[in-house]
């Protein structure tokens, strides 16, 4: 039985395409925040953030398709089942079918390149965005060098042809996901037992694991296509951008800048933590988050 890292918010079961369910939780009332995780988590990533945040505002968390409780399709021709533009859209139907037309998104890693599709093709939908520890995929792998391959190797080993990266951390995913998770957080003690429990029983899935190698496989491939299309056009909805002062991203890039290439209206900084902040620095997160969602 899945340990509940959200007691007292609503479940629901939402088609959002054909053949794809996703899973969600919600609580609270007052302007919509939509919540986003990245890999390897899911929703319950947000156990410290969401249930502050709906004492002000209706809070809903997803698991992106793949990932979780939400389906699993098939990545299809050209892994398009998993283009942001599809998890974007997946996005605005669950926030449509909950009643939200206008919100403010916010998206952790995976979930902040989500959130940027979504913010580009349902912008009059995204009334906020605030993205955790990313620049634009775009931007990143433009700008890859050794020592970023070296450290974000995931990057490079999830898009080689399947069955490869599954069969490898099919063969021990506790080793590999806790490896990954330890090696991401600068912050001992940030994702306890119970809550790598809940990634490790997702990610023992094999389905779970495919679709996340299809998720990266279409990052390197069509997304990019996506994003070349839309290589002049600019969010126009306020962005915050955060990331860890310890991470890869904050040592690599110059944060804000490379939003200020894709975005009208930046702010942000970094806080004292890794990669995982809303694990590391709840606290820090919903400060920022209260100023900015205002």
Not at 187 to 198: I, Y
Not at 242 to 248: F, Q, T, Y
């Amino acid at each position: 039985m899945a340990r509940d890292f959200l007691p007292g918010f609503d479940r629901h079961r939402i088609e959002t395409a054909p053949g794809v369910t996703i899973n969600a939780r919600s609580a609270g009332s007052g302007p919509p925040v939509l919540l986003l995780h990245g890999h390897p988590q899911t929703l319950s990533t947000w156990l410290h953030v969401a249930p502050r945040l709906a004492e002000r505002h209706a809070v809903v968390a997803m698991d992106l398709r793949g990932y979780g409780d939400s389906s699993k399709p098939p990545g299809g021709e050209r892994h398009a089942s998993y283009a942001k533009r599809a998890m974007a859209a997946d996005a605005a139907a669950l926030m449509r079918a909950l009643g939200h037309e206008r919100f403010a998104v916010v998206g952790h890693d995976r979930g902040g390149r989500v959130a940027h599709r979504l913010a580009l093709d349902h912008s009059r939908a995204v009334e906020r965005i605030a993205v955790f520890d990313i620049a634009p995929t775009a931007t990143m792998y433009a700008r890859t060098d050794k020592d970023f391959a070296t450290r974000y190797f995931w990057w490079f080993f999830f898009i080689q042809p399947q069955p490869l990266p599954e069969t490898l951390i099919g063969a021990d995913p506790e080793y590999f996901l806790r490896h990954h998770v330890d090696g991401q957080s600068k912050t001992p003690g940030s994702t306890p037992p119970e809550l790598f429990a809940e990634y490790l029983r997702c990610y023992a899935d094999p389905a779970c694991r495919h679709a996340i190698c299809e998720d990266y496989r279409a990052a390197a491939g069509i997304d990019l296509e996506h994003d070349a299309a839309d290589a002049e056009a600019r969010i126009t909805a306020p962005l915050l951008a955060l990331w860890g002062a310890k991470g890869v991203v904050g040592r690599t890039y110059d944060v804000l800048e490379t939003w200020r290439e894709k975005a009208t209206d930046v702010s942000g900084r970094a806080l004292d933590c890794g990669h995982t902040l809303q694990e590391e620095r709840p606290d820090a997160v919903l400060s920022e988050l209260a100023a900015f969602l205002r």
